[in-house]
């Protein structure tokens, strides 16, 4: 078999994804990103059922247009009833929108297709798996 010597680098994107800066173990709580830039996650609550909203030129898609204003939308989801954080969302850069910030641009929006997006409270709760 043919072996080949590493003569630079290391090997932190390979071996250390579970420690910081590869440096040391990883804390208790600390998320372990393995594809992909860092994230602030953003729970919205936009108050009544937006399952009705998910189209083209509806509250959905205007929020996510919102988001985009200043980050990127790295994955979204959306739950289909009036519970509170009814919308999840994910973004980077971090620290591109807090959510007070988020939640006053959103609130901005207004009324979009028949929904009222007026009283949407934005929550910077971290990522949660159910």
């Not at 009222?116 to 934005?122: H, N, Q, R």
């Amino acid at each position: 078999m043919a072996v080949q010597t590493k003569i630079n680098g290391n090997t932190k994107p390979v071996f250390a994804i579970d420690t910081l800066g590869g440096s040391g173990s990883n804390p208790t709580g600390t998320p372990v990103m393995f594809s992909g830039p860092k994230l602030d996650f953003f729970g919205i609550d936009l108050g009544a059922d937006p399952a009705g909203q998910m189209d083209s030129g509806e509250a959905i898609e205007a929020v996510i247009t919102c988001v985009t204003q200043l980050a990127t939308t790295h994955f979204y989801q959306v739950d289909a009833s009036a519970s509170a954080n009814n919308m999840s969302i994910a973004v980077y850069p971090t620290a591109a929108w807090t959510a007070g910030t988020l939640q006053a641009a959103i609130r901005a929006l207004g009324t979009v297709a028949t929904y009222d997006l007026s009283g949407a409270v934005v929550t910077n709760n971290g990522f949660k798996l159910a």
